[in-house]
């Protein structure tokens, strides 16, 4: 069998539900936590002035290194598949989100090194965040799912203005698209 290859998506993925597991999130107001970001600064989310977008996802993968739980395992997770087509739609939308005055953020619970090199490999030109701690994820009991032995963040796009959530995308499917939705969103938020 060949390796995987994280930037297609294999079809029939099972679709992810909206389960309420990021309703109570409009409204909110970030906690004061430091992020470590590929950029090397530290990332304080809750004192960011304006709109800030944070795509919030499971993990990246390598070409031919293997899932977590394998495939087969990985791809049966509602939601799990995907990041890597996610991460490349948001660099290829990052202007048009710019455009709309929001700074952008990726967010996973992988160490800052690996994310250093999904952004070189990608080409991605926005940092993405390290929530390798799980404290933001706590603190804003943010939507995850456990695998491998690993606690992964499903994937959500939160919208925020001056540290307060003002909307929460989930669940995001297909991930490819999720630029695009958080596009619509702001237009509508930004109209209001």
């Known amino acids: 069998m060949a390796a995987h290859d994280p930037g297609v998506l294999p079809p029939g993925?099972?679709?992810?539900?909206?389960?309420?597991?990021?309703?109570?999130?409009?409204?909110?107001?970030?906690?004061?936590?430091?992020?470590?970001?590929?950029?090397?600064?530290?990332?304080?989310?809750?004192?960011?002035?304006?709109?800030?977008v944070v795509f919030a996802y499971p993990r990246t993968?390598?070409?031919?290194?293997?899932?977590?739980?394998?495939?087969?395992?990985?791809?049966?997770?509602?939601?799990?598949?995907g990041c890597t087509p996610e991460l490349c739609g948001i660099r290829d939308d990052h202007a048009v989100l710019l455009g709309l005055g929001a700074e952008v953020y990726g967010l996973s619970t992988q160490d800052t090194a690996y994310q250093r090199e999904a952004v070189e490999r990608?080409?991605?030109?926005?940092?993405?965040?390290?929530?390798?701690?799980?404290?933001?994820?706590?603190?804003l009991r943010l939507p995850t799912f456990e695998t491998d032995g690993l606690t992964l963040l499903r994937r959500l796009t939160l919208i925020v203005r001056d540290g307060t959530v003002m909307d929460a995308v989930h669940p995001v499917f297909p991930p490819d698209e999720a630029a695009a939705r958080a596009a619509e969103r702001l237009r509508a938020l930004t109209a209001q």
């Open 13 to 52: 993925l099972p679709v992810p539900e909206d389960d309420g597991a990021a309703a109570h999130l409009p409204g909110t107001r970030l906690p004061s936590l430091s992020l470590p970001a590929t950029s090397g600064e530290a990332v304080d989310l809750s004192v960011l002035p304006g709109l800030v």
């Open 122 to 139: 990608l080409g991605l030109t926005y940092p993405l965040l390290s929530e390798q701690s799980l404290e933001l994820t706590r603190a």
């Open 61 to 81: 993968g390598r070409p031919g290194v293997d899932l977590p739980g394998g495939e087969d395992s990985w791809n049966a997770i509602p939601g799990a598949r």
